[in-house]
């Protein structure tokens, strides 16, 4: 009997206590010894949905290969495989990273961490169908959402810093990505959940706002509360826009979650008393005029945001009406 044919018979009787049998018997380490070598030329979408089903087991995961992300990694760099394929790839690369044991992995700073980092902006890229342009895109955004998640989760580790320091390699590139480009406007809600996550203690924050940290955040939100004025004024004001001109909007939901999201890093780095002087030095107060000046759906938690960031900024500190005074003057100021 060959291969392929005893995995149609595994998953035709895919039921749970039979997935659980397969389990026992070694079906994930036999898939995943398949598509692991390198003259592998099979139905990769097949063997990835079987693995799929085992994998939603915790017993599946705790037998997965250690070599497993680096398996599903490599088949996602190919840059061959289609979309579903690529899906599926992704799907269980999050299943796996669900885990104490692979996150591990990742934390050992041998470039896993950095390879997950390509999978997210690989989302953008992924092959969809003109025909279905927008589910196809749905699915690809629900997956690089769930990617962000696991790499947020990673983040919250204690030593995450130490195998990836702020000023390395891979914190560079979630740095940039602050640096917002039109169209990857969620990159930027990922660095914020990443920086968000390692500042959980005063001396990470510390370091955060020694990097500068802060400005970028500062900048993020004045530039992202701009786009979100002029999309809608551009929908109250109906006229004929060119296919270019509307690509380059950011979508109103997209720009309340950046701005959300700096908010929410910015309010981590304000708890400390040692960042509060640079923060209203560095343009906090100008930072939350601005969101309290945005009139749209969905603002109003950015409204309390604001509020929230303000409210954190100056309380503990040693000279408490100079923030005030600077807040009044820059919510009053038109300047």
């Known amino acids: 009997m060959s291969d392929y044919r005893r995995l149609s018979i595994i998953a035709d009787s895919f039921r749970e206590p039979s997935q659980l ?4 018997k070694g079906a994930c380490q036999t898939l995943f010894s398949f598509i692991d070598t390198a003259d592998f030329s099979g139905d990769l979408d097949y063997f990835l949905r079987v693995l799929e089903m085992l994998l939603t087991h915790d017993a599946g995961k705790a037998v997965a290969p250690d070599s497993a992300l680096e398996t599903l990694l490599g088949h996602l760099e190919t840059g061959q495989e289609s979309l579903d394929t690529a899906l599926s790839l992704i ?6 990273l669900t885990t104490h044991r692979f996150q ?55 030593d995450f810093l130490d195998s990836h320091p702020l000023g390395g390699e891979a914190m560079k590139r979630v740095h940039g990505w602050l640096e917002i480009k039109p169209g990857r406007e969620e990159l930027a ?15 990470a924050c510390a370091k955060l706002v020694q990097t500068g940290l802060h400005l970028l955040l500062f900048k993020v939100v004045e530039e992202t509360v701009a786009r979100f004025e002029e ?40 708890i400390s008393s040692q960042n509060k002087k640079a923060l209203v030095d560095g343009g906090s107060f100008r930072a939350i005029r601005r969101m309290l000046t945005m009139e749209g759906v969905g603002v109003a938690q950015l409204w309390y945001s604001a509020v929230s960031l303000g409210r ?21 100021s038109p300047s």
């Open 189 to 203: 809600v990922a660095a914020c959940m990443v920086f968000g996550n390692v500042g959980r203690s005063d001396e």
């Open 91 to 96: 799907s269980i690369i999050i299943s796996l």
């Open 21 to 24: 049998a397969a389990i026992e």
């Open 104 to 158: 591990a992995f990742v934390l050992k700073g041998d470039g896993l961490f950095s390879r997950i980092l390509d999978a997210i902006e690989k989302t953008y890229e992924l092959p969809v169908d003109p025909e279905n342009e927008a589910k196809d895109k749905s699915l690809a955004a629900y997956a690089r959402n769930q990617l962000t998640e696991m790499v947020g989760d990673i983040a919250t580790e204690p």
């Open 312 to 332: 954190l900024t100056i309380i503990n500190t040693c000279e408490p009406l100079t923030p005030l005074l600077l807040l009044s003057h820059k919510l009053i």
């Open 231 to 270: 999309s809608v004024k551009r929908a109250r004001e109906p006229k004929a826009e060119t296919e270019s001109e509307m690509k380059n909007q950011s979508p109103g939901a997209v720009s309340v979650a950046v701005i959300y999201a700096a908010a929410g890093v910015l309010k981590n780095l304000a």
